[in-house]
């Protein structure tokens, strides 16, 4: 990524590219996110909107974002193959949405099956680099700590299936706790969305 007054035509080790944007709901908003500083230097946007949610930007080869060459040649074109990883800086102003990704086979089978929703047939390894302060939730607490939350807040257990509670009260071994925990979660991204606002409203109201 540069500006396309960056470097000379003349040069040769440095090959300026024109990354992709995308204005996802959670992106920050105009000049104060980084994505859109980055865009306008890099010139693929005359101007920052003030209230557009500049969200990801993408350097590689993906199909739904590719870079390009400033002659417009494609990225994947001038190396000759597709990137076997994607660069992203993101600029996040709210919580973004929670993500399960598949290893290799799995990404392969899901993106045969169901293309439209399983873009690629890539699995999706992440490393995060924190440009400015970050914090990042990864994994699950454990069943001990799910368990007190569960008696603690109804309105969150009201979203839990009764069998998906029994199985976290019963599990005692790491078997039976990481089935659990799958039935938990299941049972709990599966909840209506009437009955999730509903409570959501009402545990903030307590």
Same mark, same amino acid.
């Given at each position: 990524?540069?500006?396309? /007054?960056?470097?000379?035509?003349?040069?040769?080790?440095?090959? #300026?590219?024109?990354?992709?944007?995308?204005?996802?709901?959670?992106?920050?908003?105009?000049?104060?996110?980084?994505? /859109?500083?980055?865009?306008?230097?890099?010139?693929?946007?005359?101007?920052?909107?003030?209230?557009?949610?500049?969200?990801?930007?993408?350097?590689?080869?993906?199909?739904?974002?590719?870079?390009?060459?400033?002659?417009?040649?494609?990225?994947?074109?001038?190396?000759?193959?597709?990137? #076997?990883?994607?660069?992203?800086?993101?600029?996040?102003?709210?919580?973004?949405?929670?993500?399960?990704?598949?290893?290799? /086979?799995?990404?392969?089978?899901?993106?045969?099956?169901?293309?439209?929703?399983?873009?690629?047939?890539?699995?999706?390894?992440?490393?995060?680099?924190?440009?400015?302060?970050?914090?990042?939730?990864?994994?699950?607490?454990?069943?001990?700590?799910?368990?007190?939350?569960?008696?603690?807040? #109804?309105?969150?257990?009201?979203?839990?299936?009764?069998?998906?509670?029994?199985?976290?009260?019963?599990?005692?071994?790491?078997?039976?706790?990481?089935?659990?925990?799958?039935?938990?979660?299941?049972?709990?991204?599966?909840?209506?969305?009437?009955?999730?606002?509903?409570?959501?409203?009402?545990?903030?109201?307590?």
């Amino acid at each position: 990524m540069a500006s396309l /007054a960056t470097y000379s035509t003349s040069g040769k080790n440095v090959v #300026p590219l024109r990354p992709s944007v995308k204005d996802y709901a959670w992106g920050i908003r105009g000049l104060d996110s980084r994505v /859109a500083r980055y865009a306008l230097e890099s010139g693929i946007i005359d101007e920052v909107d003030p209230d557009a949610p500049y969200a990801e930007l993408w350097i590689g080869t993906h199909s739904k974002g590719p870079s390009t060459l400033r002659n417009g040649t494609t990225l994947e074109d001038a190396v000759g193959a597709p990137l #076997p990883f994607l660069f992203k800086v993101l600029s996040a102003g709210k919580a973004l949405s929670i993500q399960a990704h598949p290893d290799k /086979a799995g990404a392969e089978v899901l993106h045969a099956n169901n293309p439209s929703a399983y873009g690629d047939a890539n699995h999706k390894p992440e490393l995060a680099v924190a440009l400015t302060p970050f914090e990042a939730m990864c994994g699950f607490r454990r069943l001990e700590e799910v368990e007190v939350l569960l008696k603690r807040h #109804p309105e969150f257990a009201a979203c839990i299936s009764e069998d998906a509670q029994l199985a976290v009260f019963m599990s005692r071994d790491n078997e039976t706790q990481r089935a659990a925990l799958q039935e938990l979660f299941s049972s709990f991204m599966s909840c209506p969305e009437d009955v999730s606002s509903k409570q959501l409203k009402i545990l903030l109201q307590r």
